[in-house]
């Protein structure tokens, strides 16, 4: 609930998974360092003084500490949430720095099941994963839709569930994005995400790629566009 302190947010809300991406959204989004408020453990940017038409996030690790934050600002105002994190490549079609645009989430976190019980996937806002996919096409970036895995345990992605995954036409494995979707249908928001490839999983070993040049433009790429998206998404 909101309470006498807490901030009236504009209807729109980015979420950063990581501290280099917030920093990137920061600058792009034009706000000051000083415009932040503590989140929990995360930072939260508003515009001060003045009507802001977005506001920003992060960091966040994990699906139940992304729906805690979730929750809070949609307590506080948000109704569409683009969240922009990172993944490991479990299709072979992907390569390091490429984008995702989620279309599904397998659940397999523990958050989701508190909102919707016996459902096995969640899925995003249909409108809003289409207005990412738009905002990436205009800007000359492609970005692959397509289902993603959500896992609590990163050091439990074992070679017989990439696998299983892999067959069943899973893209990419990361650590929130079911359970942002789950909230988000439970509380009646707009959710979607846009992720960067930072790593691969695809030959059943693991194969970082966080000091990649490409993973350095796919990231650059991303919050260009979701920056951009935000000046284009009206109030809801």
């Known amino acids: 609930m909101r309470g006498k302190n807490s901030p009236h947010l504009s209807s729109v809300a980015v979420l950063a998974a990581t501290e280099p991406d917030l920093d ?138 990439v696998t299983r995954h892999r067959q069943d036409g899973v893209l990419a494995v990361e650590m929130e994005c079911s359970a942002l979707f789950t909230v988000g249908g439970f509380r009646g928001v707009e959710v979607a995400a846009l992720l960067v490839v930072s790593d691969d999983l695809s030959s059943l070993t693991w194969r970082p790629g966080f000091k990649d040049p490409r993973f350095i433009r796919g990231r650059e790429a991303a919050c260009n566009v979701i920056g951009r998206l935000c000046s284009t998404l009206p109030a809801a």
Do not use: K
């Open 24 to 161: 990137a959204l920061r600058r792009g989004l034009g706000f000051n360092a000083s415009e932040h408020r503590r989140l929990y453990i995360s930072r939260l940017y508003t515009a001060a003084g003045r009507e802001s038409d977005v506001c920003l996030a992060g960091p966040v690790v994990g699906a139940p500490y992304a729906a805690m934050v979730a929750e809070t600002l949609i307590a506080w105002g948000a109704r569409r949430i683009l969240f922009i994190g990172w993944c490991g490549a479990v299709s072979p079609a992907l390569s390091i720095g490429d984008l995702v645009v989620p279309s599904a989430a397998v659940i397999d976190e523990g958050t989701s099941p508190h909102y919707a019980a016996g459902v096995s996937a969640a899925c995003p806002s249909e409108q809003l994963m289409h207005q990412v996919a738009e905002a990436c096409a205009a800007a000359g970036v492609c970005a692959r839709p397509g289902t993603v895995w959500t896992t609590d345990a990163v050091f439990r992605e074992t070679r017989d569930a």
